[in-house]
């Protein structure tokens, strides 16, 4: 998906995000990883309802994955880039989840005023956003996870920055640039 470039809060939005899956935002694993730590899991079964949302959603293919093998959950997916959103709708939408909706949403904006409707959540996830967003940007979305995360929830925050990562960098700039003169 080719995007214009668009310069949102500091973040250069002028390619979509990839349509990976990351198995370290599943439920399961986070209450794992929880119980490993010494921590209450967000549920003491795993079979009962629960509600999770992820913050800068991308595609929506991984909150899709998720929805489809866990039935019994709620999912909500918020990115800022309407054409993410239209994407994860679509693929919601041919899949026949019914467990999952997406909305587009500004950290910034969500952070002065919560959607009621949103609610709260056992699991908040972000995954690749944290790492690359302004420190305002930051400080907003920190106040999002605080008023979305239900008592005794999960927050899962993904870095992002694997190593082996800085050597496309160079090939991605040069990539932008090009696609600007054309």
Not at 31 to 47: I, Y
Not at 81 to 90: C, E, F, K, S, T
Not at 158 to 167: E, F, K, R, V
């Amino acid at each position: 998906m080719i995007m214009s470039a668009v310069d949102f809060h500091g973040y250069d939005a002028s390619a979509g995000y990839t349509y990976g899956f990351c198995p370290e935002m599943a439920p399961d694993w986070l209450d794992l990883s929880a119980m490993l730590a010494g921590a209450a899991p967000a549920r003491r079964d795993g079979e009962a309802p629960f509600r999770y949302l992820e913050l800068g959603c991308g595609q929506g293919m991984g909150l899709c994955l998720l929805a489809a093998a866990n039935p019994q959950g709620q999912f909500v997916g918020v990115d800022f880039l309407p054409d993410h959103v239209a994407h994860a709708r679509a693929v919601a939408q041919a899949a026949g989840l019914t467990n999952i909706q997406f909305s587009d949403g500004d950290f910034v904006a969500l952070a002065q005023q919560w959607p009621v409707d949103f609610g709260r959540f056992d699991y908040v996830s972000l995954h690749g956003v944290y790492s690359w967003i302004t420190p305002p940007v930051r400080t907003a979305l920190v106040r999002c996870l605080g008023q979305a995360t239900a008592s005794g929830g999960l927050v899962y925050i993904g870095y992002n920055a694997q190593p082996g990562w800085l050597g496309s960098m160079p090939f991605r700039h040069i990539s932008r640039l090009l696609k600007e003169e054309s």
